[in-house]
């Protein structure tokens, strides 16, 4: 699949079929997402891969009612994370600018594109669950104290077929200088 249309066929998913989604292309996934620059090449992304019922359940638990139903048949939800301190920060531990940490959530958003896009074009959907308690997934996962939870993204066959909404213009969003 060409990238323009893997960016113009990516939807949110909320439906998902009951079918389990290959290892190997859990691993393709990621192995997109880890091909994403980062700051200073720090590389803080983590992911926890849920595959087996009884831990999706758990995690399903630390979601909101409404993500609960939008990842309901999903049969890989994934948690994203960062390791602190590290992307947005100089060696000796000050942060490089006013973002600090907001580096680290910088870093995973541009891994998580990439898995997104790998995800589509292996023929996989996907949704980005940002309402979460990541005190609970820290603990159901067993996620270090060291790092920040940002994200539960379901996976799996899609069961739907939403419409792309309506996108803004380069015009409404840009602005060019010569």
């Not at 439906?15 to 997402?33: C, L």
């Not at 994203?80 to 060696?91: A, I, L």
């Not at 994200?151 to 419409?163: F, L, T």
Request: aromatic share 6%.
């Amino acid at each position: 699949m060409e990238l323009q249309k893997a960016l113009e066929s990516r939807r949110s998913v909320r439906e998902y079929r009951q079918q389990p989604v290959e290892r190997e292309k859990i691993e393709a996934m990621i192995q997109a997402a880890i091909l994403a620059p980062s700051w200073k090449n720090s590389q803080v992304s983590r992911y926890y891969v849920v595959t087996g019922q009884e831990k999706l359940e758990q995690v399903k638990e630390a979601l909101p009612e409404f993500n609960r139903r939008n990842a309901e048949n999903a049969p890989v939800l994934i948690v994203t994370s960062f390791v602190q301190n590290r992307s947005g920060f100089e060696r000796d531990g000050t942060p490089s600018n006013e973002l600090a940490n907001g580096w680290g959530c910088y870093d995973c958003g541009m891994h998580h594109m990439n898995l997104l896009l790998k995800a589509t074009e292996l023929g996989l959907s996907t949704l980005v669950m940002g309402i979460r308690d990541a005190g609970r997934l820290k603990a159901i996962l067993e996620i270090p104290d060291t790092e920040t939870v940002v994200s539960v993204i379901a996976v799996g066959y899609s069961d739907a077929k939403p419409q792309c909404p309506k996108r803004k213009t380069v015009e409404d969003i840009a602005r060019f200088f010569s």
